[in-house]
Every structure is written in structure tokens, then in C-alpha cells.
């Protein structure tokens, strides 16, 4: 049976629809809405899906209790989740610092490009808002840096849910751009100016550091964190304890590279390249003077 039930609370008159059942040699009175926000024709029909629970034999109070915990426990959930900008903090400080060489470079392309997420709950972030940054960067010709951006996202999440912050990976279903591996090589005559501007244009620090990388094709990273304690130079071998991969890799040195770190050890008192900053900004002054 349903009808409008009148309840005075603090002087204030509150109609509410019930729904009056026997239910297991039980009288109930069950709440629907209250009156008059909710038509007639919703009331029966809110009616009728409470009376078939109970003809299945299921306690429509129950039912609601169970729904009640679950809203808690999401608001609490909310209350406590932590937003994608959070997320990208935990994930430098507690894995890409310890585990990863180039954890910077990940900082800095979520900074540049994702920015937008930061003030995201985790799980509130869905795979079109990922997928419109994708398209953006893409517009702009940089597909190269929306597969990175895209893969470094990707780690992200997968790391979160491997902690139990979330279920699923927003990257999911996003495919990345398929690039054609570019091949380079530098004619005789670039060889020459190349050579030139390296050996005339530049320090004598940046063109050892240049021509080592040359001669070991070593990474700019490794180079540029080369320390004295990694050279045997009896053996002519270079040990790199750690490389992008994470794995330990040992590089022959030619008889070329073996007389620039001989004689940069002679005028070093520590790591030969102590002046990280200095290397990388006359690097790109090299590429510079190169494009005359």
C-alpha cells in the first residue's frame, strides 16, 4: 500500500511517500521520496521495485543499508585520495629517483605538457582528458613527445595501481603515433665543419667532452657523470654502473679516448666533468655554431 505520510518536526509539516508491506510476518513502512518533489508515477514505480526485491526475498532495508556504506566509504575514499599532481610527487620521490637515470626528464615533461591534471582526484581522470593532451601536443607536430609524454603517463599509472591508489590505467586505449626510426649520417664536408667549430669554437673541456662521447657513443648522461674510480685504463675499459636501462654496462676505449681522459686526469682533482652545468650549455652552443 502506498501513501503520503505526515510527519511535524520542529513545527515544520513533512510529507513523505511510504510504502506500507508484510515482508516476512513483518509490518514495514518504507520511505520512498518526500512529497510533493516526487510524482505520483515515480512513487509507484520506486513502489513496485521495492515489492519485487521482496518477493525474491530481499530486505529492501538491507539494500539500503548496503547502498549507505558504499556512498560513506566512497566520501571517505574522496576525502582521502590523492590528486594526480600528489600522485606525480610519490612516484618521483619513492620510485623514479631510486630506480631511474632520467627521472628529471620525466618531471619535466609531465610539468610541461600535463599540467592540466594536477588538481585531478586519480580517479576521476579518464582516458578523454589524457587523450586531448595526446591530440594537442600531436597538432603541433611533436609526435615523438606525445608518445613520451603518453609512456610516462602510462608507468605512472600502472605504478599507482601496483600501490592500490587506483584500478585502472586512464592510458589504456590510447594508441601511440608509429614513427619511422630516422637515420643520420654526416657527409665528409659536415664532417669537416663539424670538426672545425668543435676544435676552434669551443672550450677545451666541451671538446673532449664532445669527442669522447664520439669515440665511446656513450650516452651525454653517462659522459657527463664519468668518474676516475669507472676507467681502467690498463684494460682500456669504461664500467658504467648504471644506464638508462638500469643495468650495468662496461665500454672499450679506443687509444684516442684513452689520451683525452690521461691527460683531463692529470689537471682533475675529482670527477672530470665537474662542471655539469657548463658542459651541457656550451653543448648546445656546439649545435649552434654546427647549423652555420
Known sequence: KLKISWVVRRGRVRKTWVLEQKYKNQSLKIRIWEFPYVSIKEAIKKAIELKTLM???????????????EEN?????????ITFKEL?????EDYAKIYTINWEEYTDRVHTYAQALYGKKISQIRMSDIQQIFNDISKEGKYATANSL???????????IKWGLIENNSTLGIEQHKLQARQRRLS???????????CEDTTPLIRDFALLALYTG??????????????????KIWHIPKTKNGKAQNIPLTDEAIEI????????????YYQVLLAKADTYRIQIAHGR
Not at 606525480?88 to 618521483?92: E, L, Q, V
Not at 665528409?188 to 668543435?198: A, C, K, P, Q, T
Not at 650516452?219 to 657527463?224: E, G, P, Q
Not at 681522459?261 to 672530470?272: E, F, G, V
Request: aromatic fraction near 10%; include cysteine; hydrophobic fraction near 35%.
Open 73 to 81: 566509504e566512497n566520501r571517505i575514499k574522496e576525502r582521502q585520495e
Open 261 to 272: 681522459l690521461q691527460a683531463r686526469k692529470l689537471i682533475s682533482t675529482s670527477k672530470w
Open 218 to 235: 656513450a650516452r651525454k648522461t653517462n659522459v657527463l657523470e664519468m668518474e676516475w674510480d669507472n676507467i681502467d685504463f690498463k684494460r
Open 55 to 69: 518477493a525474491n526475498g530481499i530486505d529492501p532495508r538491507e539494500v539500503k543499508r548496503q547502498q549507505q556504506i
Open 188 to 198: 665528409y664536408d659536415e664532417i669537416g665543419r663539424f670538426l672545425h667549430v668543435l
Open 150 to 160: 603518453l609512456a610516462t603517463l602510462r608507468a605512472i599509472f600502472n605504478k599507482a
Open 88 to 92: 606525480c610527487y610519490k612516484y618521483i
